[in-house]
């Protein structure tokens, strides 16, 4: 029985310190039959509540979790939960109206679940091994395997065991997997049924042999059992004659050799479909003998060497003739006949090449015409440049056939590369001459400047690279291979290059001049300390100072106010989407923008070098006379006392200063003070 809680015997103490006697008190314990709180999944159990005596005798009880109990409102209910559940009850006595509590936990064990998946019945063959897959056991503690029969089983502490079907066992086998589950919950097992068939079996009375390729075979019936068709295949070149029954006939294709696999396929029942036997032939080459020429023609001053002849196959091989001539290296593929002086006629070489398997020997013949020669004179080898037409010719009263195909004395080539050409001359009694001339191509190798795009005003280099001991001659009429030029419009340049051979190529290149872009500043010194650069679609607009960038993007405006004092210079620089730039001064005449000053009444000035005072309003336009009207000075960057390169003497001049639109802003006297 489970103890009262703790808060119920702090409740008791209090109680009975406040002089209430024990039969006033009311408390409930939980427990369920036997003291048991753990059972197997679909078992019921009975809770029980157990009230101490309190002033009455009336209560009433209500369950907590009550889906899966009898009955949430009697004393002693039936619980049949699914999953682990806490059950609590709360008690009221009906007089006091006081509550008390208390909960038990009971515990749900799985029963065992076995699933054989999809093949609760599965097929094999005799002395098959069945694998079993896909087997699932959960909820489980342990678990064994039984069959019913004549085989064995391996790997049963898996859930993927291997029955391995008796000697000529068939038949169907009960093969069963029983599990116990947690907690002592039931045991349970279920049951697939194994069909063992019989396998079919052939097996082919002599397993190898050996033949020449100029023989066949003739397969020996098999044995064979549990056959009901049968089909014969091969992996060689020849052919398997009489392949619908059980003594087909192979025959090797001409000059076949090696290793071949004659297969007999026996199908049986499924899925003991098919047995298989191999037998294992090998097939022996014979001599394979080639003289590629069958006849040749020869002048007797001749020595025809014999390179057009093959041999397979052959652990030995020799060489017969009837001339009158000797034939050097008779030992050889590649032996040479001499013919005898002046001897002419036929002459017949056989060559015999006996097997390195047994088989039979084999040979091949050549016949050779031998005629008295004549010469003939031919071009000698020359050297031309590429495209160059030349005249190639022999002596007349022949018949030709060139490499070319033509068939004149002379013929005219114009080669790209360097070529042989040869000639076949023969002459009225038959006898065959040749001779080869050869034709050099000579090249101009080089690389160009490919065509270029500049800025206006830009210098640009135009090289030709070439070998060594190259001449150059171009249209500007310089000779070096590198030029320097700055067009001021598109322009098209030439080179004449020439080679060591007199060869020569021209290579032209185009350049193409873009605009450099066009600015104009305007700015409110006097307003808002801003300089606007016009038009505003380029890329970049710089402004920098001597010290470096100040604003550099895409912005065309500029406020000056809080980095510049007055006579400060700004430099303008603008790059347009062609990577082209320019510079311009902000309405001056000098590339420097100067911040022009404020007006002030500044009535003298002393240009006498000493840093102080030296020049007169710098940065706006300012126009001096002398007492005459005679114009002294006129610009932006300030009076520095002087007019034509000469010191003006101390004493009044008279001034007038503009704004940055010309408009007259102040007028007035300047005294030199020096």
Known sequence: ????????????????????????????????????????????????????????????????????????????????????????????????????????????????????????????????????????????????WIHNGAGIMEDTNTLSPVYIPGPDEFGTVEIILKSQGNESCRQVADTMQLIVQKQPFVQLQSKSATICSNEMIVMQEPVFREIQSFVWTHNGKGQLLKSNTFTPEYFPLVGEAGAVDIVLHGYGKSPCVVATDTFKLTIFPNPVVSIKDAAVNICNNNVYLFNNVTIQNSNNYFWTHNGAGTLLNSQSLTPEYVPLA???????????????????????????????????????????????????????????????????????????????????????????????????????????TPDITICGGEIVDLTVNANAGYSYLWSTGETTNTIAVQPEKNSDYSVIIKNQDACSDTADINVMVREIPTITVEESFLRDKTIEVSPSNYVSYSFNSSLGIVQSGPSNTFYYGSSFSALDTIYIKVVDNNGCSNSMSAGTESPDYFIAPNIVNVNAFSPNGDGINDVFLRGRRVVIFDRSSKVLYDGFNGWDGRSNNKDMPAGTYFHIAYDHEGNIVYKGPVSIVR
């Open 342 to 448: 002046s001897e002419s006629g036929e002459v017949t070489f056989v060559l015999t090449g006996t097997s390195i398997f047994q088989c039979a020997s084999s040979t091949d013949t050549l016949k050779m015409t031998i005629y008295d020669h004549q010469s003939v004179n031919l071009t000698e080898n020359t050297t031309i440049c590429a495209g160059t037409p030349i005249t190639l010719s022999v002596d007349p009263g022949h018949t030709y056939l060139w490499s070319t195909g033509e068939t004149t004395s002379s013929i005219i080539v114009r080669p790209t590369e360097t070529t042989d050409y040869m000639v076949e001359a023969t002459n009225l009694i038959g006898c065959v001459v040749y001779d080869t001339v050869t034709v050099t191509v000579s090249h101009v190798i080089y690389e160009a």
């Open 1 to 144: 029985m489970k103890l009262l809680k703790k808060g119920f015997f702090i409740l008791c103490i209090v109680l009975f310190m406040h002089g209430i006697s024990w039969s006033q008190v009311i408390g409930v314990v939980v427990s369920s039959a036997n003291g048991v709180t753990t059972i197997c999944d679909g078992d019921s159990i009975q809770l029980f509540a157990y009230v101490t005596v309190g002033a009455t005798t009336q209560y009433s009880f209500q369950w907590v979790n009550n889906s899966s109990l009898s009955n949430s409102t009697i004393q002693n209910p039936y619980a049949k939960p699914t999953t682990t559940t806490t059950y609590e009850v709360i008690v009221k006595e009906l007089a006091t109206g006081k509550l008390v509590r208390d909960d038990i936990t009971i515990t749900v064990q799985h029963v065992p679940v076995i699933d054989f998946g999809s093949a609760t019945v599965d097929t094999t063959c005799t002395n098959q091994p069945y694998t079993f897959q896909n087997v699932s056991l959960l909820y489980a503690t342990e678990f064994s």
